[in-house]
T-cell receptor, first 116, second 111 residues
Framework: SAVISQKPSRDICQRGTSLTIQCQVD?????MFWYRQQPGQSLTLIAT?????????ESGFVIDKFPISRPNLTFSTLTVSNMSPEDSSIYLC?????????????FGPGTRLTVL | GEDVEQSLFLSVREGDSSVINCTYT??????LYWYKQEPGAGLQLLTY?????DMKQDQRLTVLLNKKDKHLSLRIADTQTGDSAIYFC???????????FGTGTRLLVSP
């Protein structure tokens, strides 16, 4: 598997502000994904981060609220815009397409976001 | 759409076996996964099974797949207190790369 890091690991933010979360992998991967885990809940896919093109968003998630970048095969960012307390969640990135294990997703440690 | 269900809670004593169950609805799933989440941590991949297999064993872990009933289980032998965590099953949903997660089962192992 790869080493996946996320920054920040946690943050407390004010309503109406934005936060950008970074995901870095130590090897090139084909696919990168962003998930949200609301308190006490399971994981929900926000979007697939596509290298060199716009992200593919799941139903219920829009680019204006969750802009995503993926400038290369090892790095992606997720921005949570104009935050409200309902955005308080853990945000996780995952990757797949590692050599020899093409479809399995491996997860970063997550970013715990609290919005006041 | 896809739906993956798990029981919410399981309590066992140290040394016993634990069996965590999962039901899913998408019969086209190619892979099914088990992930472990410890408090304050991300998800750790435990094991996965390809949809044309019935069983997979990996040290203390045994995965059973009943494709006809769309039922997946994870058996942990000789459960230890360090196994206390939330366990998620997941399937590859519509769109080959998309993972659909179950509701999660909180396993509590008491000494």
């Amino acid at each position: 598997s790869a080493v996946i890091s996320q920054k920040p690991s946690r943050d407390i933010c004010q309503r109406g502000t934005s936060l950008t979360i970074q995901c870095q992998v130590d090897s090139q991967v084909t696919m990168m994904f962003w998930y949200r885990q609301q308190p006490g809940q399971s994981l929900t896919l926000i979007a697939t981060a596509n290298q060199g093109s716009e992200a593919t968003y799941e139903s219920g998630f829009v680019i204006d609220k969750f802009p995503i970048s993926r400038p290369n095969l090892t790095f992606s960012t997720l921005t949570v815009s104009n935050m409200s307390p309902e955005d308080s969640s853990i945000y996780l990135c995952s990757v797949s397409g590692l050599a020899g294990v093409t479809d399995t997703q491996y997860f970063g440690p997550g970013t715990r976001l609290t919005v006041l | 759409g896809e739906d993956v269900e798990q029981s919410l809670f399981l309590s066992v004593r140290e040394g016993d076996s634990s069996v965590i169950n999962c039901t899913y609805t998408d019969s086209s799933s190619t892979y099914l996964y088990w992930y472990k989440q410890e408090p304050g941590a991300g998800l750790q991949l435990l094991t996965y099974i390809f949809s044309n297999m019935d069983m997979k064993q990996d040290q203390r872990l045994t995965v059973l797949l009943n494709k006809k009933d769309k039922h997946l289980s994870l058996r942990i032998a000789d459960t230890q207190t360090g196994d206390s965590a939330i366990y998620f099953c997941a399937e590859t949903g519509t769109g080959f790369q998309k993972l659909v997660f179950g509701t999660g089962t909180r396993l509590l192992v008491s000494p």
